[in-house]
């Protein structure tokens, strides 16, 4: 008998040290201890589980916060995102970049034909002014050397070319 009396007595006295111990202080600065924290204030937890914060009252979507910040939409909420939805992001990300990268070798094309043309109608320009003299293949294709008059033709047109291709 005296061996079950022991085992309830040693339960009971076991219950206590359990619960949680908060101490806070009032509003007229004395120390407060309970096992029930208070709604409000600084709250520190002695012994056991953390205190467990204040719900605070929610609010309805498009009202404002006390804050006065908007409240987030049900949707909007931190969800992760589905495989499908990655999946997409992905190949939009990739074909932005393939449209990117297709832009600048593009640019940098067009950027070394307006250089190769330039160089070409400098060369051309230099061999004109020069003195020497220059021939072209009329339509039967017969070397024909240029006059005067047309020599001052050829090289307005390609003084309009390095203008052009090289500005």
């Not at 404002?64 to 190949?91: I, V, Y």
Request: aromatic letters at 4%; glycine letters at 4%.
């Amino acid at each position: 008998m005296m061996r079950p009396a022991l085992l309830l007595l040693a339960l009971l006295t076991a219950l206590p040290v359990s619960a949680e111990i908060y101490s806070w202080k009032d509003k007229d600065g004395k120390m407060q201890y309970s096992d029930i924290p208070p709604t409000q204030g600084e709250v520190k937890t002695l012994r056991g589980a953390a205190p467990k914060p204040v719900p605070q009252p929610a609010v309805a979507p498009g009202e404002p916060a006390a804050n006065g910040a908007q409240a987030a939409p049900a949707e909007a909420s931190n969800k992760p995102k589905t495989l499908a939805e990655r999946e997409l992001e992905f190949r939009q990300r990739r074909a932005t970049e393939a449209e990117a990268q297709a832009k600048a070798e593009k640019e940098l094309a067009d950027a070394a034909e307006r250089q190769r043309a330039c160089d070409q109608a400098r060369n051309q320009l230099t061999a004109l002014s020069s003195g020497q003299r220059v021939s072209r293949f009329n339509a039967a294709g017969e070397p024909q050397i240029l006059n005067d008059a047309e020599r001052a033709e050829e090289t307005s047109r390609v003084q309009k070319q390095v203008e052009h291709f090289c500005n």
